[in-house]
């Protein structure tokens, strides 16, 4: 059974960075993308970013561009998404997600409240 | 980017009716679409993709069609775990975009 698994709830400053994890099992993790989703509260998704854990190539939306970093490390059948320069608007629960185009498995996300 | 725009926002149906789901595109995107099921505290499970396949284990009372521009979700027979809020997606361009979603709801 796939499965990704994320990192736990987090709480930050304005200003600050935060780093979520997603760790993938049941195949090869080489073997597709992860997507980042963000959802503020009552919001729809909003896509963030995308990498190919096969190359480690990204594509990121402009939205985000400048701000966000997506990476894996394949050793550890893990993905990272870094966003920096918080600020409240950020607050969300983040998902990660495989697949090449849509999304066909999903973490049971991070909530980021972003408060001062 | 590509604005996706559902309608309605909400649908009232009462159990074993049938609900259809409207879903449009800013621009075609030919077939490049999914539909996703959310129910609250959980992440949004993949229902449709392509524009009418369904993903691994989804009941065959989901269905989806269209292409384009216009794209429909219809569920024969709701049961009571459908009622949940539903989003499209489209992934023919970068970024890609979900619609606001429509909140199926117990009439």
């Known amino acids: 059974q796939d499965q990704l698994v994320q990192s736990g709830a987090e709480v930050k400053k304005p200003g600050a960075s935060l780093k979520v994890s997603c760790k993938a099992s049941?195949?090869?993790?080489?073997?597709?993308?992860i997507h980042w989703v963000r959802q503020g509260p009552g919001q729809r998704p909003e896509w963030m970013g995308w990498i190919n854990t096969g190359n480690g190539n990204t594509r990121y939306s402009q939205k985000f561009q400048g701000r966000v970093t997506i990476t894996r490390d394949t050793s550890a059948s893990t993905a990272y998404m870094e966003l920096s320069s918080l600020r409240s608007e950020d607050t969300a629960v983040y998902y990660c997600?495989?697949?090449?185009?849509?999304?066909?498995?999903w973490g049971q996300g991070t909530l980021v409240t972003v408060s001062s | 980017e590509i604005v996706m725009t559902q309608s309605p926002a909400t649908l009232s149906v009462s159990p074993g009716e049938g609900a259809t789901l409207s879903c449009r595109a800013s621009?075609?995107?030919?077939?490049?679409l999914a539909w996703y099921q959310q129910t609250p505290g959980q992440a949004p499970r993949l229902l449709i993709y392509d524009a009418s396949t369904r993903a691994t284990g989804i009941p065959a009372r989901f269905s989806g069609s269209g292409s384009g521009t216009e794209f429909t979700l219809t569920i024969s027979s709701l049961q009571s775990e459908d009622f949940a809020v539903y989003f499209c997606?489209?992934?023919?361009?970068?970024?890609?975009?979900f619609g606001q979603g429509t909140k199926l709801e117990i009439k």
């Open positions: 997606q489209q992934y023919n361009k970068w970024p890609q975009t």
């Open positions: 049941g195949h090869s993790f080489t073997n597709y993308a």
């Open positions: 997600a495989s697949g090449f185009s849509y999304a066909d498995c």
């Open positions: 621009q075609s995107i030919s077939s490049t």
